[in-house]
């Protein structure tokens, strides 16, 4: 029977860590003709380390990532714990900082000794009104190797740039490739600037979508939504939305609980194959429907 070959569908799903709610999210799911990933600790694992430190000429290198990490001390995002973690690596004394703000998916701020230093992308520094100089170039090249680099500007003065870079996880391009095999198209969305995530997206073989503001993640969603069901796999409390936009939402890895009630699937391994396997569980599933 229908409900008989859906149920032994789900329970062989659970068996491998993959999660589906019901019998619609599974059937959608091997339906889809588009996943869209989040990048960060979703294709990544989400944990960049700093590759490169530049301060601008007349600055010191200490001084600027002690400013950066004491303005991102507030801040639980993945590339506030690199800097700080690069800080405390060198041994360094971080000066006070009040009044941190998030300015989403650009920049953190805050008041150190009557200056505001800000941390944030290039596109953030120069909407600030930041003349680069040479750091905009070094950011570039910098982009250019898949890294992510943020400006540190105090009172709006270029204090120099922190570059990182977030190593795609191990079986990210073999998960991309197998959806290619099954006829699915990956489409990487990231608020990451687009040299970055074209440099990423290239290594894993999948088109990208970058400089994203959360509400501009939602559009795309709408948009490849014309085409076809379209599975969004994203792992944190800010892909809750993009989940939720997605015909099926699927939450991966160690997941936060807000991405696990928002999603209609998990796969609670982190592995991007996880997503194809779940794409050919459905197909199997609805093969011993028909
Ligand atoms: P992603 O979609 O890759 O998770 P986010 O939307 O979280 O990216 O952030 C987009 C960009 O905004 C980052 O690449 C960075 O330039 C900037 N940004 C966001 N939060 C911070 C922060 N805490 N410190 C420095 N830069 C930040
Ligand atoms: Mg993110």
Redesign the pocket.
């Known amino acids: 029977s229908v409900p008989a070959a859906m149920a032994s569908g789900l329970s062989a799903g659970a068996r491998r860590g993959l999660l589906v709610k019901g019998g619609a999210a599974l059937e959608t799911i091997g339906a889809a003709t588009t996943v869209a990933f989040?990048?960060?600790g979703t294709l990544t694992a989400g944990r960049p380390r700093v590759t490169d430190v530049i301060a601008a000429e007349g600055e010191e290198e200490a001084v600027l990532l002690a400013q950066a990490a004491a303005v991102?001390s507030g801040?639980s995002?993945p590339?506030?714990k690199a800097i700080m973690a690069e800080a405390e690596a060198r041994g360094l004394a971080l000066p006070a900082a009040t009044a941190q703000a998030?300015i989403a998916?650009?920049?953190?701020a805050a008041s150190i000794g009557g200056a505001r230093v800000s941390?944030?992308?290039p596109r953030?520094a120069a909407e600030q009104g930041a003349v680069l100089g040479p750091l905009a170039e070094a950011a570039t090249r910098l982009e250019g190797e898949g890294k992510?680099s943020?400006l540190i500007l105090s009172d709006r003065r270029p204090l120099g740039l922190i570059a990182m870079r977030d190593e795609p996880r191990a079986d990210a391009a073999s998960g991309i490739a197998v959806l290619k095999g099954l006829g699915v198209r990956s489409v990487m969305l990231?608020?990451?600037?687009a040299r970055t995530g074209a440099a990423i997206a290239a290594s894993l073989g999948m088109e990208v979508k970058a400089e994203?503001l959360p509400d501009d993640k939602l559009r795309e969603i709408a948009a490849l939504r014309a085409a076809g069901d379209v599975i969004m796999v994203g792992d944190g409390i800010?892909d809750a939305p993009a989940l939720a936009a997605a015909s099926v939402g699927v939450a991966m890895g160690g997941g936060t609980d807000v991405a696990l009630e928002t999603a209609d699937a998990a796969v609670l391994k982190d592995r991007v194959t996880g997503v194809a396997e779940l794409v050919s569980l459905s197909r199997a599933t609805m093969a011993n429907v028909k």
């Open positions: 989040d990048k960060t991102e801040s995002h590339l506030a998030a998916g650009k920049a953190v941390v944030g992308s953030h992510t943020v990231t608020g990451d600037n994203l800010n």
